[in-house]
RNA sequence: GGCCCGUUGGUCAAUCGGUUAAGACGCCUCCCUUUCACGGAGGAAUGAGGGGUUCGAUUCCCCUACGGGCUACCA
């Protein structure tokens, strides 16, 4: 089985914006391709119509290309294994549900979905809470296991409609081999006859990710530990359907869960906490409700999957920034963790903050001018370049960008003149007047030249540079942030330069 | 309730029977810098509990506790 060419699948549903979790899903799906030269492959899981959301499967696949873990195979790339679309595979499910009835490995039920609710109603007690169509109760339902065939034909004939449900068998065990658990074992009698063709012709889940992980030559199945309950089922039907000896392997992913509390993380989280939890912003069409993602929050795409990696997985190393390739080149499914990890954003911003600070400027320009443009600013782009190497450190997100550059290009709006008032005096307005005013001296305006004429001037007025230089930051910046003042002096020129001083001085008098 | 999975500092985590139990994030102290960062040096902080197995258990087994997942004609 593992001789066989390597094809894996992220198959996500296209109900609404791409959590976290999926995307890292399909990153491992992606490292683990490239890894073994194999093919990833994009399923759309739309077989849920009162679920469909528009433009949710375009949404997917732009976070994934924003990841640049595009898969090689899906609905945007037709190929041998087309459609990749569930809902334009029906025929072929409802082919393998009506083998299945036929060789005895399920059966119609024709029970309405307020009989089911009066079973459950009826069977519930203490012991019990949630009551399982199993074969403890099948007996005593409406279906072609416990009705006359003629009644079950006659019912047919009638168009009364129907699913279809696997028989799940008595007392068997059924054992998985998870990539990342080892061996785990059910109980048959644990699981419940799994409806598999739903009265509206269309598959469940478990039907179809058995039907087209065949049909589409999966060799290993990577899917959320949420999946491991209903794995007897997906087992049994590789087996009923006779294709056992091709079977993937299955690789439950642990979960990722809430920063805090408890469980899986979820889209309110992200709301409470104030973070992004899907890849890229989603409208969603009806509400018009916008969530956050990491994308417009300010992340690095390269960052965002780096983060995403290491979260569950490592490599042993104690490293833990790589990049895409090192990624797929260190990937292996044993070494990913059994239990889930807590989501902590500080640690993913931190990625962030590295990967910006490895970024050169020229990588990092189009994003800050994105960003950039969302200020009404007139844009130098040829000052932006040294701009950004001389902050860079200083960003976390790309966002930060703007407060680190705005000033550049822009008198700042609000001085910070408490944290330099209280030790101002009438000789250092003396001193920044002299300054301004002696500025024709200086030949060439660079930051190394101001800093010597600034710093010359200082010892000749008696004053420590030192405590010239924060008010001289307050007049360039507004406030105490920002790299080297004479920096800062040369880039923005030396009118601005006296424009800005001018400004502040004439606050300070008041 | 039942079934399944899991459990090393606050968080991510290394260790694959013998270590002073790594490293990272965050936090704290100091240095660099009279800004903010970056960088550097330190610090506090971990094996859920109980039984075994073993010369020796964080590591292997069992029980308990705790956490999570599932228990739909949703995925």
Same mark, same amino acid.
């Given at each position: 089985m593992t001789t066989r060419t390597v094809r894996v699948r992220f198959a996500p549903s296209p109900t609404g914006g791409l959590h976290l979790g999926g995307v890292r899903t399909a990153l491992f799906n992606y490292l683990f391709a490239k890894k073994h030269k194999g093919t990833f492959v994009l399923r759309i899981e739309d077989t849920d119509q009162t679920r469909f959301v528009a433009g949710a499967e375009q949404y997917i696949l732009d976070c994934l290309d924003w990841c640049g873990i595009l898969p090689d195979e899906g609905p945007h790339v037709e190929g041998k294994f087309s459609p990749y679309r569930q809902s334009e595979r029906k025929a072929s499910y409802r082919k393998y549900a009506n083998q299945l009835v036929a060789s005895g490995f399920a059966y119609y039920a024709f029970d309405t979905p307020e009989e089911l609710g009066k079973m459950r109603e009826a069977f519930k007690s203490e012991s019990n809470p949630s009551p399982q169509y199993n074969s403890k109760v099948r007996m005593q339902m409406k279906n072609s296991l416990s009705l006359d065939k003629e009644i079950v034909n006659e019912l047919i004939d009638k168009n009364t409609p129907y699913v279809i449900r696997i028989k799940m068998p008595n007392n068997e065990e059924v054992k998985l081999n998870d990539l990342i658990r080892g061996e785990v074992v059910f109980n048959t009698d644990q699981v419940d006859d799994k409806v598999l063709l739903k009265a509206d012709g269309m598959p469940t889940y478990h039907l179809a990710v058995v039907v087209d992980d065949h049909e589409m030559e999966i060799t290993h199945a990577f899917r959320g530990e949420e999946w491991l309950p209903s794995s007897p089922v997906h087992v049994l039907l590789w087996d009923y359907l006779g294709w056992k000896d091709s079977m993937p392997d299955w690789a439950h992913l642990p979960l990722i869960l809430k920063p805090d509390g408890q469980g899986k993380l979820s889209k309110r989280d992200g709301d409470r906490l104030g973070f992004p939890v899907f890849a890229m912003d989603w409208m969603?069409?009806? #509400?018009g409700e916008l969530t956050k993602g990491f994308k417009e929050m300010g992340f690095l795409p390269e960052a965002f999957i780096n983060m995403l990696a290491l979260l569950g997985w490592n490599d042993g190393s104690g490293e833990e920034i790589f990049d895409k390739e090192t990624l797929a080149e260190r990937f292996t499914i044993d070494r990913i963790h059994k239990g889930g990890a807590k989501f902590d954003f500080e640690k993913a911003k931190w990625f962030n903050q590295e990967w910006i600070k490895k970024s050169t400027s020229e990588k990092l320009l189009p994003y800050v001018v994105h960003q950039l443009t969302k200020l009404t600013i007139e844009l130098d782009e040829e000052k932006l370049l040294p701009i950004i190497t001389l902050v860079k450190d200083r960003c976390q997100l790309l966002n930060d960008f703007v407060p680190q550059i705005i000033y550049f290009f822009k008198d700042p709006? #609000?001085?910070?003149t408490a944290s330099i008032q209280t030790k101002w005096d009438e000789n250092k307005s003396i001193f920044f007047n002299d300054w301004i005013s002696n500025l024709e001296e200086l030949t060439s305006w660079d930051a190394m030249s101001i800093e010597t004429h600034f710093k010359e001037k200082a010892t000749a007025s008696g004053i420590k540079t030192g405590e010239l230089q924060l008010p001289f930051r307050i007049m360039l910046v507004g406030a105490k942030f920002g790299p080297t003042v004479f920096e800062i002096a040369a880039i923005i020129g030396k009118e601005s330069t006296i424009r800005r001083i001018n400004h502040v001085l004439k606050m300070l008098q008041q």
């Open positions: 969603d069409p009806k #509400t709006e #609000t001085i910070d």
